[in-house]
């Protein structure tokens, strides 16, 4: 069969490039580089995204060791979980993009890269997510990542799926990007072309990740303040992504988005997973 034309260092490049153009758009909660938050900095994010690009895009690995070398480089280089989720999230489409080919897609890859996870997968991903200690994980009935795990990656995703939204992806086929976020990432890139490459690709990327907030609860919300608030977060995000759509002029709702930045930050709200799930959707634009 035919191998992908793609090779580690474009691989790792098309991560790189992922991580820096989720910094590189406002993002209302998250940082970027219109301003820092949540005791982090814009920098310690490139170092991250720096650290893991090579590492992650490994040939040869499985998507465990993935998840495990780059939680491993990232927690040496900034001491501080500035990527699990992104890692979970790009691990798998990195596998697969490994063997796209002119018979298959990166999504039907994806499919197959899902359904062959092992339990060896699952324990390389749980010690990843001990080391990254994300906020908000707690103990769960099943398939506890503080105990050996005997189920495949999959499975233990598949338990978790409801709790969240990362999880929730592996046990869906990422279906929130290639049923949703793929098109969403398109239709405002082709709104705003006109603009400068930069500008309009950072604005698609911020239409992304408002679609992402205002279409379901933000898992990281949910985990450290409960569904209430999430939902008062979502509902936000629907009043501030409608206005950001109907404008022909992104700039002239960047005071708007600036205020709900400075808004969510003063109550130490970071709507993670969506920003998470953001960066994935590009990289799957660009594997594409």
């Given at each position: 069969?035919?191998?992908?034309?793609?090779?580690?260092e474009?691989?790792?490049?098309?991560?790189?490039?992922?991580?820096?153009?989720?910094?590189?758009?406002?993002?209302?909660?998250?940082?970027?580089?219109?301003a820092?938050?949540?005791?982090?900095?814009i920098?310690?994010?490139?170092?991250?995204?720096?650290?893991?690009?090579?590492?992650?895009?490994?040939?040869?690995?499985?998507?465990?060791?993935?998840?495990?070398?780059?939680?491993?480089?990232?927690?040496?280089?900034?001491?501080?979980n500035?990527?699990?989720?992104?890692?979970?999230?790009?691990?798998?489409?990195?596998?697969a993009?490994?063997?796209?080919?002119?018979?298959?897609?990166?999504?039907?890859?994806?499919?197959?890269?899902?359904?062959?996870?092992?339990?060896?997968?699952?324990?390389?991903?749980?010690?990843?997510?001990?080391l990254?200690?994300?906020?908000?994980?707690?103990?769960?009935n099943?398939?506890?990542?503080?105990?050996?795990?005997?189920?495949?990656l999959?499975?233990?995703?598949?338990?978790?799926?409801?709790?969240?939204?990362?999880?929730?992806?592996?046990?869906?086929?990422?279906?929130?990007?290639?049923?949703?976020?793929?098109s969403?990432?398109?239709?405002?890139?082709?709104?705003?072309?006109?603009?400068?490459?930069?500008?309009?690709?950072?604005?698609?990327?911020?239409?992304?990740?408002?679609g992402?907030?205002?279409?379901?609860?933000?898992?990281?919300v949910?985990?450290?303040?409960g569904e209430?608030?999430?939902?008062d977060?979502?509902?936000?995000?629907?009043?501030?992504?409608?206005?950001?759509?109907?404008?022909?002029n992104?700039?002239l709702?960047?005071?708007?988005?600036?205020?709900?930045?400075?808004?969510?930050?003063?109550?130490?709200?970071n709507?993670?997973?969506?920003?998470?799930?953001?960066?994935?959707?590009?990289?799957?634009?660009?594997?594409?």
């Amino acid at each position: 069969m035919f191998r992908s034309h793609l090779t580690p260092e474009k691989i790792a490049s098309a991560y790189h490039d992922a991580c820096m153009a989720e910094l590189q758009a406002l993002k209302p909660g998250n940082v970027h580089v219109f301003a820092d938050g949540h005791g982090m900095t814009i920098h310690d994010f490139v170092k991250s995204a720096d650290v893991s690009a090579a590492v992650i895009a490994e040939p040869n690995l499985s998507v465990g060791e993935r998840i495990l070398h780059s939680v491993v480089a990232t927690k040496n280089a900034v001491d501080m979980n500035t990527n699990l989720g992104i890692i979970l999230l790009c691990a798998p489409l990195i596998h697969a993009a490994f063997s796209i080919n002119s018979e298959q897609t990166l999504q039907q890859n994806l499919n197959d890269t899902l359904s062959q996870l092992t339990i060896s997968d699952a324990q390389y991903a749980a010690e990843a997510i001990l080391l990254a200690s994300p906020a908000g994980l707690g103990g769960v009935n099943d398939n506890d990542v503080h105990e050996k795990s005997s189920v495949t990656l999959l499975a233990m995703m598949q338990s978790a799926q409801h709790q969240d939204r990362i999880a929730w992806q592996y046990a869906n086929s990422f279906s929130d990007i290639f049923n949703f976020g793929l098109s969403r990432y398109s239709e405002a890139q082709d709104k705003w072309q006109n603009r400068s490459k930069t500008q309009h690709s950072a604005w698609a990327t911020t239409a992304l990740y408002l679609g992402f907030i205002a279409r379901q609860l933000d898992t990281h919300v949910v985990r450290k303040y409960g569904e209430s608030l999430a939902t008062d977060v979502m509902n936000e995000a629907q009043d501030i992504e409608a206005a950001y759509l109907s404008t022909d002029n992104p700039k002239l709702i960047q005071k708007k988005l600036l205020d709900w930045d400075a808004s969510l930050k003063g109550r130490s709200i970071n709507p993670g997973t969506s920003a998470d799930i953001t960066v994935a959707c590009v990289l799957a634009s660009f594997l594409q």
